[in-house]
């Protein structure tokens, strides 16, 4: 490090020109590996495009779908697709673009390779710095998309050309300094992203195909559910662990029979996906609740049948050591029984069964609050939720401490044959204030 310091600044540009000649021969490498994509590594629907437009569209409309692109580029009072979302990344705000066809604010004019090398590498027209490409930060999950194949890519661009273009001023993102400056991306691509397909197993049948790409590619659900190092890449072997998101918990989604869904009926897995829940498993709540609404229940049932097929039988198993129990355990879970009591078991029922289906969801036999980490009860008593389809449920911020909320998490998280470890604390839900904005109650 030292040595580095002292470097004169002639030397500094040639380590900078090493940089990018390093980069450039690193596309270059696996442009011309892209180019001898294993047809094996993709469903036998992304090989081809449909030659007809009709068929183009509506193909690039299902995946779009199963992409989920339009939350993410649909901000509040915008149109669908003229972005303007702001995303909390751990380095500031990063607000989606207009990617309607609009030729100046949106993507327009881009050109095929323009867009495929967007959602392939990442990488935008355009240049930083003079010499460094457009580099896109990986909240554009391109880190998945880029398992999609062209065929599949050149679709999803016929269905947003064939959208009515919007002009729309761009919504400025608040990156802070020095990470608003692209080009310092330039090293994690180096270490943590790796364009190209997945690698099938060959011996996958054409279902156990279609639901890798589903889940891996278009779902990009390990976005969300594999945890990352501090640098926010996805750590590969822990993949589908589980992981924190805004104030909630992505849980364990692995094949892992006691931790993971590998344990749900695939009946019960299908029903969550693509009837958005039911009084077995609870309902999609928080991101996943729009991930259900806007993707999993727009695509058809025999999709969500491949991503459980997936999911329950090919991903590694993950096993996760949840923080210990809270030192007053026992006195915390009685405080809990009574504020259950009092607070939510009008809605959620007294032995946590809930009130019928797509109406309140039942916490008994919910895995998503015996997960290792108890942030789903934390964050949904502090943020409050979306209703299932009838009515929200409403936050409780002010009205309940931060002690409070840990133990009538400890409560339902061990109550009725829940098995989660009561380890609440106070100091996680004043953490997860922070994360949802909201304050604790003032008496
Ligand atoms: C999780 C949120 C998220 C999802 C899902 C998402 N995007 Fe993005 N996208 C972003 C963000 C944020 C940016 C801006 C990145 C940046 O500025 O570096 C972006 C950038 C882009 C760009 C570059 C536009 C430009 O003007 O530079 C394109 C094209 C794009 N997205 C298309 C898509 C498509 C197509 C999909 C679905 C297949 C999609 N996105 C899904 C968040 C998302
Ligand atoms: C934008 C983030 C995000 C993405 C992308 C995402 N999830 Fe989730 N998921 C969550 C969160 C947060 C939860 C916890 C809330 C809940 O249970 O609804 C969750 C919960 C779940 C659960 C319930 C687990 C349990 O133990 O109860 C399943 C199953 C699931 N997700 C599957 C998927 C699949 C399959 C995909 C990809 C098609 C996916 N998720 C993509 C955020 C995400
Ligand atoms: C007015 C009725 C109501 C009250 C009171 C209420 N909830 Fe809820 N709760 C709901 C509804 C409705 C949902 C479903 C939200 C959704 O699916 O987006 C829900 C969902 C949840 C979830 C997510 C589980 C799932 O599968 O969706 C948790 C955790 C939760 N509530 C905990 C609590 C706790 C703890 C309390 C008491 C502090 C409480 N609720 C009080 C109506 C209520």
Request: hydrophobic share 40%.
């Amino acid at each position: 490090m030292i040595r580095l310091l002292k470097i004169k600044p002639f030397s500094r540009l040639m380590l900078a020109s090493a940089a990018f000649v390093l980069l450039l021969g690193s596309v270059i490498f696996v442009r011309g590996a892209a180019a001898n994509d294993d047809s094996a590594d993709y469903p036998a629907a992304s090989l081809s495009a449909p030659t007809d437009q009709t068929a183009l569209i509506a193909r690039g409309k299902y995946l779009v779908a199963a992409a989920d692109c339009a939350p993410c580029h649909t901000g509040p009072n915008h149109a669908p697709f003229t972005g303007g979302l702001v995303m909390n990344t751990p380095f500031g705000g990063l607000a989606s673009p207009n990617i309607t066809a609009d030729p100046t604010t949106g993507i327009g004019n881009w050109t095929d390779k323009q867009f495929y090398d967007a959602i392939h590498y990442g990488i935008a027209p355009g240049h930083d710095w003079l010499v460094f490409p457009r580099f896109l930060y990986p909240a554009m999950p391109y880190t998945s998309y880029t398992k999609l194949s062209y065929a599949d890519v050149m679709a999803i661009k016929a269905y947003l050309d064939s959208l009515a273009p919007v002009q729309v001023a761009p919504t400025p993102s608040s990156m802070m300094f020095p990470f608003n400056q692209r080009p310092v991306l330039l090293g994690w691509r180096m270490l943590f992203f790796h364009a190209g397909p997945m690698h099938m197993n060959p011996a996958w049948n054409d279902q156990m195909k279609n639901g890798a790409y589903l889940t891996e590619a278009l779902g990009h659900c390990q976005e969300c559910h594999t945890p990352r190092n501090f640098l926010s890449a996805m750590i590969p072997s822990k993949a589908f662990a589980g992981a924190p998101i805004d104030a909630f918990y992505a849980p364990n989604i692995s094949s892992d029979k006691t931790q993971g869904v590998g344990g749900w009926s695939s009946a019960d897995l299908v029903a969550y996906l693509h009837d958005e829940g039911n009084l077995v498993k609870g309902s999609p709540y928080a991101s996943m609740g729009e991930m259900t609404h806007h993707s999993t229940s727009q695509i058809p049932v025999s999709d969500d049948q491949d991503i459980a097929l997936y999911l329950q039988t090919a991903t590694a198993p993950q096993q996760v050591t949840p923080p210990p129990a809270a030192a007053d355990a026992t006195a915390s879970i009685a405080r809990g029984a009574k504020l259950y009591a009092s607070t939510c078991a009008a809605c959620h029922g007294a032995q946590g069964a809930g009130m019928g289906p797509q109406m309140v969801p039942n916490l008994a036999g919910n895995d998503s609050v015996t997960a290792a980490y108890p942030d789903n009860i934390i964050g949904a008593t502090l943020a409050g939720l979306d209703p299932w389809t009838a009515i929200p449920m409403p936050s409780f911020a002010a009205q309940l401490s931060d002690q409070d909320i840990a133990d009538i998490a400890n409560y339902v998280r061990t109550s009725w044959g829940n098995t989660g470890v009561p380890n609440a604390t106070p100091d996680m839900v004043a953490a997860l204030r922070k994360r949802a904005g909201v304050a604790e109650k003032t008496n």
